[in-house]
T-cell receptor, first 112, second 109 residues
Framework: NAGVTQTPKFRVLKTGQSMTLLCAQD?????MYWYRQDPGMGLRLIHY???????AKGEVPDGYNVSRLKKQNFLLGLESAAPSQTSVYFC???????????FGQGTRLTVV | DAKTTQPNSMESNEEEPVHLPCNHS???????IHWYRQLPSQGPEYVIH???SNVNNRMASLAIAEDRKSSTLILHRATLRDAAVYYC??????????FGSGTKLNVKP
């Protein structure tokens, strides 16, 4: 049982490049989330999904897009990366109505 | 969502109890109080949650004030592995977790 798996773990992008971060969970959770964490700060919610085919904006959605074509996967896309998007990105998932979210190990992204 | 106030940092000696406070004066009646922690270089992990009554589990205890405007996470015997950032998160049943800056706990041997 892998839990929540994020791919890749590290990435360096040049300004203006695009990339997609993949989050996969094998717990059949309905809810999935993407967060970013800047140095010395707490996590901020980017986007979330309450089920396959649905997505919604969180606190800081600008510059990101997401898709949830399959229940087990939640993709985070950066169409034109900016240095301000340098951060550690965390994916999480949870059951509908559950109070416990499970987090991945994070993706460290640097935009130069 | 309710705003929270937590100390930026706290220090404890190993094997001693630790009381981590959280103020959430704007909490609504349906918000549960959740605590998560984040060990160095890892994603957050669930610790405990409660609504009105005090709660215990294998990791910690949660003491909730009678007016629900504050709560305290209690680690009964801190270990070096408990050194982490602890987040207090009031939220409703709808599944969105908003993290503040948390309390960084340092445990001294």
């Amino acid at each position: 049982n892998a839990g929540v798996t994020q791919t890749p773990k590290f990435r360096v992008l040049k300004t203006g490049q695009s990339m997609t971060l993949l989050c996969a969970q094998d717990m059949n959770h309905e809810y999935m989330y993407w967060y970013r964490q800047d140095p010395g700060m707490g996590l901020r919610l980017i986007h979330y999904s309450v089920g396959e085919g649905t997505t919604a904006k969180g606190e800081v959605p600008d510059g990101y897009n997401v898709s949830r074509l399959k229940k087990q996967n939640f993709l985070l896309g950066l169409e034109s990366a900016a240095p301000s998007q340098t951060s550690v990105y965390f994916c999480a998932s949870s059951y509908l109505g559950s109070t416990e979210a499970f987090f991945g190990q994070g993706t460290r992204l640097t935009v130069v | 969502d309710a705003k929270t106030t937590q100390p930026n940092s706290m220090e404890s000696n190993e094997e001693e109890p630790v009381h981590l406070p959280c103020n959430h004066s704007t909490i609504s009646g349906t918000d549960y109080i959740h605590w998560y922690r984040q060990l160095p270089s890892q994603g957050p992990e669930y610790v405990i949650h409660g609504l009105t009554s005090n709660v215990n589990n294998r990791m910690a205890s949660l003491a909730i004030a009678e007016d629900r405007k504050s709560s305290t996470l209690i680690l009964h015997r801190a270990t070096l592995r408990d050194a982490a950032v602890y987040y207090c998160i009031p939220k409703s049943n709808f599944n969105k977790f908003y993290f503040g800056s948390g309390t960084k706990l340092n445990v001294k041997p």
